[in-house]
């Protein structure tokens, strides 16, 4: 017989973090957060249970979800990349930035890596805009990025955590 979502130990999980929330919508975002901090990500089968423990729809749920780019459905790689899109950034040369990116990493934003090493993610400002192009690589801001620096940048992660 088939688990229902909300028996699943992530919906268990997914629940009782609602529950500390008081089960309130208007703590969604923050549910969100904690769901994913939990979890590793924020899985598709526990947006029906989020949904009902605070009373929305699940269309609902799905768009904050897909609005705000830091939550996703699959677990991240080891490392995550953020670059930043916005204006500051595209107006730096960021577009060049993001083609090296995927290119280099053979993966689009929002996904990993085949190897499961690198996330590679886009972000909306990083308040980093006076060292446009800026990017993330494991929660360390880097800017001025190019695509030599962002070589660069990744082979010092990865070799690092082959150390
Ligand atoms: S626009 Fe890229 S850091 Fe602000």
Redesign the pocket.
Known sequence: MLTKPENSPDGERARDVCSRHGNRADELIEILHEVQEELGCVPQSVVPVIAKAINLSRAEVHGVISFYHDFRHEPAGRHVVKI???????S?N?EALCDHAKASLKTGFGETTADGQVTLEA????????????MMVDGQLH?RVDAGRFDEILRETLSEAAE
């Open positions: 930043c899109r916005a204006e500051s950034c595209q730096m960021g972000v909306y400002c990083l308040g980093n805009c006076a060292l446009s192009p800026a800017g």
